[in-house]
């Protein structure tokens, strides 16, 4: 910049900024506003990086509306009312370098004029990799929610955030920390103090909270592989999937997708206050939000560095995504003098760790058949180092998406992987190119079965029809014995690959009928563990209706759709009959589902493999017997009184879905009693006893708590 000629920019300059923008703006609207972006993070802030260079060094061609100065992208789609925010809600500039935060703090001193006794307290927090949001409480009480938006605007969410199990429609009052304040104030006013201090008010009048919406890696692999049974597009990584489920016109699918939520700023706030962001959190911790307790308050940067360099193995155990850490000034005073820059605050930066990335090599496209016949293409790779593990294949999801990418047998490509993900190609390198390189073509007929292949018009996926197909009985068997299906341990796959291909079993039925003296041939089998497995087989008859559904392997009925059905039904019996009609009125089963499920009840085989079931015994444990979990395990329950909101059978049918017991009269192996309006002799004998007793408001508390 000493050299003035530096200053005018030439025509490929120009060319290249309008380039750039032109990118960038283009990536924005694909992340921000349709969850699916086109080109990795690292990629995006390289160009980001690149404008920014240039405009600081062509200062003419810095425009106020650049991406370098904007938050976000405008809302394109109108399905959401605007939410305007009182405070803006900004990004956060990037350190990609433990350099470039020394850096910082350097430029923070000097821009507060550098007293010598200047000391930044730093807290550090996780950078979640989910999508930021602002909800607005006023004296405590929940009111709305919405999206960043553009910084200024953003989308209203209030619905979808509700469906949010951890976000507090009613805040809980903090402890009272009024002793230090009316000690001080005390010889001023005594009389006032006492009434000023009661009608301090529990709660700031209005406040704008902020904080992450995301979902966990399994939860991210579970909508994942829902979508794929239904032959949809599939989240590239956990950020995207939890942008979407928030942007969702349907609050029956956000609520489907169990959403996470961790608040961690604050936006405009009125009657209240706030001296550091070290209390700010603690604050909202007791006012019952969801705060991450992964947080330290450092008297240094070293220390904070010492905390990103901690993270940066242990964000692998987490459950969700980090993608760095946000290092904040503690001191509001401070972060008022300090500040923001066009877009992001100067009191604050996050460290972003490296991408998790690698390139390597295509040596071939295998295609995998599933349980449903759906053919996916995978990659198999020179095996690669990536974050701790070895890489040698990734998942292509289908055809489309091998033609999108185009990934070429012998391609250089780059592959990454987020989470716990399977590690999947981000790009090809093109410019590696020699010509040598083969362009995949999906086969026509089933690679195991030969027979042809089907891809109905619209659909993404191909498959293979054959119900006999031996890929589809091994996945469909696989998936049958799994543990939140029938949970049938000790048959392993490559056993049930021996049994297929003896002719043993074609259906998960014949499991039933398998004798000892059929298993103990296969390979890697014994005495002991033919028994375990027999042992398994049988205690599986009487799984919950929920799990049965689920294992028969029905398309586009996960988990969670089987838990609505057995819900819904409450035996297979009356599940078998069920029209079409009759199953798409149903909440949360959308038509395709619907379809599906009637099709596969009205398909000869499957109603052979259901008998088949039946005679061998298979009785699943219908809704109100069958335990979903084991949070009252050992406890016994007694009720006495008329339940105001509740029937006596509903409130026993809730204890044992718990893992409790219901009895009808109090011993001393009674656990509670539960009293209702006029109750009978079982209070006096549990008072009598010493056992405790419960309201049906802490009866139901108790419930909800688990
Ligand atoms: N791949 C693409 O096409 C594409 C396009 C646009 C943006 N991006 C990515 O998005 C990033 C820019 O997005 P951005 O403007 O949201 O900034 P950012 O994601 O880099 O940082 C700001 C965000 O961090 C989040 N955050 C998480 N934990 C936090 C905490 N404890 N305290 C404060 N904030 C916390 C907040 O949601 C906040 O909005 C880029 O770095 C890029 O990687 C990618
Ligand atoms: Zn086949």
């Given at each position: 910049m000493s050299d003035p000629q530096s200053s005018q920019p030439t025509e490929a300059v120009r060319r290249r900024v309008q380039e750039l923008r032109e990118q960038i703006e283009r990536a924005n609207y694909r992340y921000y506003v349709l969850d699916d972006p086109e080109i990795t993070d690292a990629e995006y802030d390289a160009l980001l990086q690149e404008l920014k260079d240039l405009e600081e060094r062509y200062p003419e061609l810095a425009t106020p509306d650049s991406p370098t100065r904007?938050?976000?992208?405008?809302?394109?789609?109108?399905?959401f009312a605007p939410f305007p925010h009182r405070a803006p809600m900004l990004s956060l500039d990037n350190a990609f370098s433990y350099e470039e935060l020394r850096a910082w703090e350097d430029r923070n001193r000097r821009f507060l004029g550098a007293p010598p006794d200047l000391r930044f307290e730093y807290v550090c927090e996780l950078k979640i990799d989910g999508l930021s949001i602002s909800l607005i409480y006023e004296n405590g009480e929940f009111v709305k929610g919405g999206t960043r938006g553009n910084g200024y605007v953003g989308e209203d969410v209030t619905l979808n955030l509700l469906t949010i199990p951890s976000l507090p429609k009613k805040l809980r009052p903090a402890p009272k920390k009024s002793e230090q304040k009316s000690i001080s104030a005390a010889h001023t006013q005594p009389t006032l103090d006492f009434a000023a201090d009661s009608q301090q008010?529990?709660?700031?009048?209005f406040i704008e909270i902020r904080g992450e919406v995301f979902l966990t890696h399994q939860e991210f692999q579970r909508i994942n592989e829902e979508l794929e049974e239904r032959g949809e597009r599939t989240f590239a990584n956990c950020r995207n999937a939890a942008a979407g489920s928030v942007r969702q016109k349907d609050p029956r699918v956000t609520a489907s997708r169990r959403l996470d939520l961790l608040v961690y700023a604050v936006g405009h706030y009125e009657g209240w206050e706030f001296q550091s962001q070290y209390e700010l959190l603690q604050t909202y911790r007791e006012w019952g939000l969801p705060t991450n307790p992964n947080i330290r308050l450092c008297s240094t940067l070293e220390e904070a560095i010492t905390f990103c360099e901690e993270w940066a193995t242990r964000k692998e155990e987490l459950p969700y995504d980090i993608d760095g850490v946000v290092i904040k000034v503690n001191s509001f005073a401070l972060q008022r003098e300090l500040g923001q820059v066009s877009r992001s605050p100067r009191w604050a930066i996050a460290y972003k760790y490296p991408a998790i990335q690698a390139r390597t090599k295509v040596l071939a496209i295998e295609v995998q058949v599933g349980r449903t016949g759906a053919l996916t293409p995978v990659a198999h790779l020179e095996p690669v180092p990536l974050a701790g593990v070895i890489v040698a294949r990734a998942t292509l999801h289908n055809e489309d998406e091998i033609r999108r990418k185009d990934v070429r047998i012998g391609d250089m490509v780059i592959i990454q992987r987020a989470g716990e993900v399977i590690p999947e190609i981000v790009e090809v390198v093109t410019s590696e190119r020699d010509g040598d390189e083969i362009v995949f073509q999906m086969p026509t007929h089933c690679p195991v079965c030969g027979t042809p292949v089907e891809r109905p018009q619209g659909e993404a996926i191909a498959r293979c029809p054959n119900p006999l197909c031996p890929a589809r009985v091994q996945q469909t068997i696989e998936h049958f014995v799994s543990r939140n299906a029938m949970n049938i341990e000790g048959l392993g796959e490559k056993h049930i690959a021996q049994l297929i291909q003896k002719g043993l079993i074609k259906d998960p039925a014949d499991l039933y009928y398998l004798t000892k003296e059929q298993l103990l041939?296969?390979?890697?089998?014994?005495e002991k563990l033919a028994e375990k497995i027999l042992a398994n087989i049988a205690l599986s008859r009487q799984r919950p209706l929920a799990n049965l559904i689920y294992a028969l392997g029905i398309r586009h009925v996960g988990e969670h759709v089987a838990a609505v059905l057995a819900d819904h039904f409450g035996s297979l019996e009356r599940l078998q009959k069920a029209s079409v009609e009759e199953l798409a009125q149903i909440y949360e089963i959308g038509p395709a589902t619907a379809e599906s499920i009637a099709a596969w009840f009205a398909d000869p085989q499957n109603q052979q493999m259901l008998e088949k079931l039946k005679r061998a015994g298979v009785q699943p444990l219908t809704q109100s017997t069958a335990p979903v979990s084991d949070a009252l395990k050992g406890k016994t329950f007694v009720f006495t009184g008329a339940l105001a909101h509740m029937t006596r059978e509903e409130a026993e049918a809730a204890v044992r879905r718990l893992g409790g017991r219901a009895a009808s009269s109090v011993s001393r192996q009674t656990s509670y009693v539960v009293v209702g309006e006029n109750p009978g002799s079982k209070l006096a004998k549990a008072q009598q006893l010493g056992i405790p007793i419960l309201t049906e408001e802490e009866f139901l508390e108790m419930l909800e708590a688990t």
């Open positions: 904007r938050v976000g992208a405008e809302p394109a789609v109108t399905t008010a529990a709660f700031p009048t041939p296969l390979e890697r089998m014994g």
